[in-house]
């Protein structure tokens, strides 16, 4: 049985010819082949491909690009080296302009599709720089002895292990340009076989580094860090176990913060959910601004809050404003954050907005404005609240299509909203992740 399992991992893999169709929502090119759909990593379409086959199902199967035959004329050259084999990004080998239109054409499908809607004027997508744009990320780390150096990254293509590479172009430089430096650094660490992440962290003016540890650092360790902590210029954190343990590694840091628009300004930790992109989380936040035209008459509703990333800029300008996150420590930092930027006319109440809130406090007020931002899996569980709030004007904020969708469905042909407006923001370039908004007015 062994021999024959041997056997069976040692044939080369099975490779097809293909004409690309189309793109999936997740940026894959669509192929059909012998009458099954094939969804091909790193196609485009009109392409003629040969790619290898990874899984096969009954009514579908997926592979990625080996040799591109008749080539798109929206291909261009990855701007990374390591584009080939890292996982962090997905398109690059499309034309940045072209990315948008991509996503658009995405979204539009997505409308189409499950909620049914075409009415719609689009938004002009929001755009930022297509490079070092990434402020947050968790990069894995790994003391590979084959390849006699600890590896810094982001996971191969399809793949469970880290890519070997020496930098990252959409990473912020002050740290994608040094992932040799942290691998050198790690490398020397007495425990480098067990630091299996750093979280990164960056703001305005300063970078965190959040090392996680599984056994304690020597003394002779904490040298090493400190000297690099100081040559780098960098703020450098450990963690031992969950968040909570969280510590800087030479006493106290000053607290990470950027500007927001309406002279905000967002304080948070290394470890807090920030936005990736702080340039679009800017122009973001003044879309929203611009099209909800607050008066001192508004009152509004702001779900799935976070730290206030939407909240205070808006308190700027509302009557009132009221923020509801899931996470009571993320609710802290809002109220504090409210605090330091002196507002008073905001407040906020940790709640599950999964669950039933007909209880809650805040949910028995009148909201004429409601912004929602929740994560992947949408917020159809809040959305049947709206229209005992009061609320005329419905800003959607999504990280995913498909959810986007399926709650304007229920905003349009259940609630009685209608959809004014909707766009992309490239949130990720060189990914295919969809960030977006949409207007929903009575």
Known sequence: MARRRNRRKNLPPETANATIESLAHDGRGVAHVDDKAVFIAGALPGEEVVFEYGKKKKDFAEGRVTEVLKASI??????????SICGGCSFQHLDPEKQIIAKQGILIDQFKSIAKLEDFELWPALTGPFWGYRHRARLGVKDVIKKGRVLVGFREKASPYLAEIELCEVLHPSVGKRLMDLSALIGGLSIKDRIPQIEVSICDERTALVFRILEPLSDEDIS????????????????????????????????????????????FGPSDFVQVNVEIN????????????LKDDDNVLDLFCGLGNFTLPMAKVAGHVTGVEGSSELIERAKENAKKNGLDNVDFYTANLMDEVINEPWAKK???????????????????????????QVLYISCNPSTLARDAAILVNELGYTMKRAGVMDMFPHTSHVESIALFEK
């Open 74 to 83: 929206d291909r261009v050259e990855p701007g990374c080296q390591h584009y």
């Open 224 to 267: 090493v860090l400190e000297a690099f902590e100081s040559s780098a210029n960098v703020d450098v954190y450990t963690q031992s176990k969950g968040p909570d343990t969280i510590a800087p590694l030479t006493g106290e840091k000053p607290a990470l913060s950027y500007q927001l628009p309406n002279d905000v300004t967002l304080y």
């Open 282 to 293: 800017r122009k973001m936040i003044n879309r929203a601004l611009e099209t909800l035209d």
């Open 366 to 392: 009148k909201y004429n404005k409601v912004l929602i931002d929740p994560p992947r899996l949408g917020a159809k569980e809040i959305l049947h609240h709206l229209p005992k709030w009061g609320a005329e």
